[in-house]
């Protein structure tokens, strides 16, 4: 079989039950729950963070995020506009990289959010073309940052271009897609949404672009049904790109794989999972997995295997036929194998630290263990999602396990540096509305 073209389309700040596929509420996501039933779904799949940047660091390098400086930052924010070391080192290789130097190409179309040029940009890791964002937040009209800069690029090169923005993302997608039809070499594509992240603007809401404009950027209110119209409008994009393959014949070789950063912000639904983005809970990690690829995947696949961010990142390498480059080898595993057989199960221990309220946790197996604030919790997840009984003190022994085997974890790691920075302005899932 010829070698799949890849697309990786990323949302911001979805909650892990606002697709329908998973359990939603709300009819605002057709196109992705059709992909899930004529493919696989994840009901354990995590991501590396529980904040937009490290993810991504993990997400574009296959390896844990601690790794880096830069993903010490929870989040990148527009302080660091300017910074040589906050960003992804351009020396370092990258999904895009690794699959452009085995002979694919390479686009970036949505939020990069991992440093500024002009020492960091996608363009600069493995990308060869790019249109989006840099940073995190972005205006869906003005396509401004929360500083008020003008943050919409193609290239490195300013962009000034009328529209909402995810409609821009999703035109941009398909434009690609048909330019990419009938070239000898296959594609991989990062679609990277900034939907559903806030501000929460729904398409026929360009009234309040100046309202936005004239006052603080991350206080603006938006409510549940304006933020589910935000998801509803990624999904009929998703559909267009879908419309393109199967357009240019292309359906049947293309690896699909959906997600989210992190879990959900003020109005994403999450249940029966508790807490959100800044979490180490289950309502901040976990998050919606779906990869659809009707040439290698059956319909209909559901999978409890335990994965996060970076062994997705292992497995679209796996499928392009691409290596990890010598000195930089990959934390992800591949899911290749359970892509090809639902049935397909393997041990997987999930590590994740945080500045943020001195948080850890591990995830192994059925239980998980959980420091918050200097105390320490212990969960049955397959009995308990919602993180309600904590078993530290009728379980000592196997507390002091997992917490050793996180500890020893987490000496493999680089230590957080002291001068790392908790960007809680960025998180707004508490603060009251105006």
Same mark, same amino acid.
């Given at each position: 079989?010829?070698?799949?073209?890849?697309?990786?389309?990323?949302?911001?700040?979805?909650?892990y039950a606002d697709l329908g596929c998973y359990g939603g509420r709300a009819p605002v996501s057709p196109v992705l729950d059709r992909l899930a039933a004529n493919g696989i779904r994840f009901t354990q799949g995590y991501s590396n963070s529980p904040v937009c940047s490290? =993810?991504?660091?993990?997400?574009?390098?296959?390896?844990?995020?601690?790794?880096?400086?830069?993903?010490?930052?929870?989040?990148?924010?527009?302080?660091?506009?300017?910074?040589?070391?906050?960003?992804?080192? =351009?020396?370092?290789?990258?999904?895009?990289?690794?699959?452009?130097?085995?002979?694919?190409?390479?686009?970036?179309?949505?939020?990069?959010?991992?440093?500024?040029?002009?020492?960091?940009?996608?363009?600069?890791?493995?990308?060869?073309?790019?249109?989006?964002?840099?940073?995190?937040?972005?205006?869906?009209?003005?396509?401004?940052?929360? =500083?008020?800069?003008?943050?919409?690029?193609?290239?490195?090169?300013?962009?000034?271009?009328?529209?909402?923005?995810?409609?821009?993302?999703?035109?941009?997608?398909?434009?690609?897609?048909?330019?990419?039809?009938?070239?000898?070499?296959?594609?991989?594509?990062?679609?990277?949404?900034?939907?559903?992240?806030?501000?929460?603007?729904?398409?026929?809401?360009?009234?309040?672009?100046?309202?936005?404009?004239?006052?603080?950027?991350?206080?603006?209110?938006?409510?549940?049904?304006?933020?589910?119209?935000?998801?509803?409008?990624?999904?009929?994009?998703?559909?267009?790109?879908?419309?393109?393959?199967?357009?240019?014949?292309?359906?049947?070789? &293309?690896?699909?794989?959906? &997600?989210?950063?992190?879990?959900?912000?003020?109005?994403?639904?999450?249940?029966?999972l508790v807490g959100g983005k800044m979490d180490l809970t289950e309502g901040g990690i976990r998050v919606p997995w779906i990869a659809h690829w009707p040439a290698s995947i059956a319909a209909g696949g559901l999978s409890e295997q335990h994965c996060m961010t970076m062994?997705?990142?292992? &497995?679209?390498?796996?499928? *392009?036929?691409?290596?990890?480059?010598?000195?930089?080898?990959?934390?992800?595993?591949?899911?290749?194998?359970?892509?090809?057989?639902?049935?397909?199960?393997?041990?997987?221990?999930?590590?994740?630290?945080?500045?943020?309220? *001195?948080?850890?946790?591990?995830?192994? *197996?059925?239980?998980?263990?959980?420091?918050?604030?200097?105390?320490?919790?212990?969960?049955?997840?397959?009995?308990?999602?919602?993180?309600?009984?904590?078993?530290?003190?009728?379980?000592?022994?196997?507390?002091?396990?997992?917490?050793?085997?996180?500890?020893?974890?987490?000496?493999?790691?680089?230590?957080?540096?002291?001068?790392? &920075?908790?960007?809680?302005?960025?998180?707004?899932?508490?603060?009251?509305?105006?």
């Amino acid at each position: 079989m010829n070698r799949p073209n890849i697309i990786f389309i990323v949302a911001d700040d979805l909650g892990y039950a606002d697709l329908g596929c998973y359990g939603g509420r709300a009819p605002v996501s057709p196109v992705l729950d059709r992909l899930a039933a004529n493919g696989i779904r994840f009901t354990q799949g995590y991501s590396n963070s529980p904040v937009c940047s490290p =993810t991504r660091f993990a997400m574009v390098t296959g390896r844990y995020q601690y790794r880096l400086r830069g993903a010490a930052e929870e989040p990148i924010n527009s302080k660091s506009r300017g910074s040589t070391t906050l960003g992804l080192p =351009t020396v370092h290789p990258t999904l895009p990289s690794l699959l452009r130097d085995s002979g694919y190409r390479t686009a970036l179309i949505g939020k990069w959010h991992l440093g500024f040029p002009p020492a960091f940009g996608p363009l600069r890791s493995g990308y060869q073309e790019f249109f989006g964002s840099m940073s995190g937040g972005v205006d869906y009209f003005t396509h401004c940052a929360a =500083t008020g800069e003008h943050d919409l690029w193609s290239g490195e090169d300013e962009c000034r271009q009328d529209g909402y923005l995810t409609d821009l993302l999703s035109q941009r997608a398909v434009d690609y897609v048909d330019r990419m039809a009938g070239q000898p070499a296959p594609f991989f594509l990062s679609l990277h949404y900034t939907a559903p992240h806030w501000p929460w603007e729904a398409r026929d809401d360009v009234s309040l672009a100046q309202e936005v404009k004239d006052n603080l950027f991350h206080l603006h209110g938006g409510n549940v049904h304006r933020y589910r119209r935000m998801i509803h409008h990624m999904d009929e994009g998703i559909g267009q790109l879908v419309t393109a393959l199967e357009r240019n014949r292309q359906a049947d070789n &293309t690896l699909l794989v959906f &997600t989210s950063d992190n879990g959900g912000e003020r109005f994403s639904d999450s249940w029966p999972l508790v807490g959100g983005k800044m979490d180490l809970t289950e309502g901040g990690i976990r998050v919606p997995w779906i990869a659809h690829w009707p040439a290698s995947i059956a319909a209909g696949g559901l999978s409890e295997q335990h994965c996060m961010t970076m062994d997705w990142s292992a &497995t679209m390498l796996d499928a *392009g036929g691409a290596k990890a480059a010598p000195g930089y080898p990959l934390d992800g595993v591949s899911l290749l194998p359970v892509l090809r057989d639902c049935g397909h199960r393997f041990d997987r221990p999930l590590h994740w630290r945080m500045n943020h309220r *001195g948080q850890r946790a591990l995830r192994d *197996g059925d239980w998980k263990y959980l420091r918050v604030d200097g105390i320490d919790y212990l969960f049955d997840i397959a009995a308990d999602e919602r993180e309600r009984a904590n078993h530290a003190s009728r379980q000592p022994g196997r507390l002091s396990a997992m917490r050793q085997a996180w500890e020893a974890w987490n000496a493999s790691m680089p230590p957080i540096p002291d001068d790392a &920075t908790i960007s809680l302005g960025f998180s707004v899932r508490d603060m009251p509305q105006r």
